[in-house]
């Protein structure tokens, strides 16, 4: 603690909450605990992320959850916002190359993930390593049209194991 205080650390921050629900009832109130614990002796900020089974699992401490505010982030939309926040998110990768996406292509990368944030940095995540192994070193309009997404590949194989009988 007194490393911590050195530091001056001011926010703990705290993704994917939710797998908290993962645990015992114990395990959880105790997780919970430490937290709200952490937060009094240190005085610092809490900022939990996850999706919305987080919000179930920080009820399960009262005084933790009057401490926090709830806030939603919206799926992407097809905009100006969405649009830039592609073109610096491949501009970040380390492509070689400059990728120029058309209109279209965005349109698939929103239809593809349905705009959700992880989905679409897992998209780009994927193309831009097929990108470096292929040589290509961007992201092409071709490459996202033939893209498919790993949920949508993991459903498929699931299908194919419940029809055989697996």
């Known amino acids: 603690m007194s490393l911590l205080r050195d530091l001056g650390l ?3 921050m705290i993704d994917e909450v939710h797998n908290l629900l993962a645990g015992t009832h114990r395990e959880q109130r105790r997780f919970l605990n430490v937290l709200r614990y952490l937060s009094n002796e240190l005085e610092a900020s809490l900022a939990c992320f996850g999706v919305s089974e987080a919000v179930d699992a920080i009820r399960g401490d009262v005084q933790l959850a009057r401490r ?3 806030h939603h982030l919206p799926n992407w939309r097809d905009d100006a916002e969405f649009s830039d926040m592609i073109q610096t ?6 492509l070689e190359k400059k990728s120029n996406l058309k209109v279209k292509s965005l349109k698939q990368i929103l239809a593809q993930t ?5 989905r679409i940095f897992a998209l780009v995540k994927d193309l831009s ?4 192994h292929s040589g290509e070193e961007c992201i092409t309009d071709d ?9 949508s590949r993991h459903a498929t194989h699931q299908r194919r194991l419940e029809r055989a009988g697996g």
């Open 68 to 70: 926090l505010d709830e």
């Open 89 to 94: 998110l491949i501009a970040a990768l380390p």
């Open 129 to 132: 390593i097929d990108a470096i």
């Open 10 to 12: 001011r926010m703990i």
């Open 143 to 151: 490459a996202i049209a033939k893209w498919t997404p790993v949920w």
């Open 114 to 118: 349905g705009g959700v944030t992880s």
